[in-house]
């Protein structure tokens, strides 16, 4: 068997863990033996550990892994770089997770796309939820800001990789906005008009 490094993830219940696979690295077998699965944990001195495939997978749930990434070159500085984290104690869901933990190790970034999509999801929702209120406040809003509602709600937008939503969303409110000023319009020519009554 040709010597390859995998990242795997496994779904526990909400999220994602994300776990680095030495096992057919043979300086990995040469220096941990068995235990040549690593991950960072939340609870633990130090954060990350060893264990085997079949443990973790054990307790992770028994659920199917699935592969991110394998690579199969630099693996003795990718064994290095993971020798190396094994003081670490900075967990944080945030900026130090399992997964930015597997991204370091195997190509040397931390980043994390479950925090990216999650934060982009929440600044999306904040962005819409800022429109609908601005329009609901005002159904004829004033220009600056029907413009800042919109450059909100685009920004929330592009973040979260929706940008069809936001230019479909977009048309439909300026096509409403039209409608109620062709509508004034049309009132107010009705009203000056219309000849005066004159009672008896």
């Not at 990242?7 to 863990?17: E, L, R, S, T, Y």
């Not at 770089?81 to 997964?99: G, K």
């Not at 329009?135 to 800001?145: G, Q």
Request: charged share 25%; glycine share 6%.
């Amino acid at each position: 068997m040709k010597p390859v490094v995998r990242h795997w993830k496994i779904h526990c219940g909400g999220f994602w863990h994300h776990f680095i696979d030495f096992r057919r690295v043979p300086k990995a077998r040469l220096h941990w033996g068995y235990s040549c699965v690593i991950e960072l944990v939340r609870h633990g001195d130090p954060n990350v550990r060893r264990t085997n495939f079949e443990e973790l997978i054990e307790s992770a749930g028994g659920g199917k892994p699935v592969l991110v990434r394998e690579l199969r070159h630099n693996l003795d500085e990718i064994f290095d770089r993971a020798n190396s984290r094994f003081r670490w104690r900075r967990y944080n869901v945030v900026f130090n997770n399992c997964e930015h933990f597997a991204n370091d190790v195997m190509i040397g970034r931390r980043r994390s796309r479950q925090v990216y999509y999650r934060t982009t999801q929440s600044i999306s929702s904040v962005g819409m939820a800022a429109l609908a209120a601005a329009l609901s406040i005002y159904p004829d809003p004033p220009l600056d800001l029907a413009l800042w509602t919109a450059a909100t709600f685009g920004f929330s937008a592009i973040m979260a990789g929706d940008f069809a939503s936001f230019v479909v969303r977009s048309m439909m409110t300026l096509k409403r906005l039209e409608r109620r000023r062709l509508a004034r319009e049309a009132n107010s020519q009705a009203t000056t008009s219309s000849p005066n009554t004159v009672v008896a």
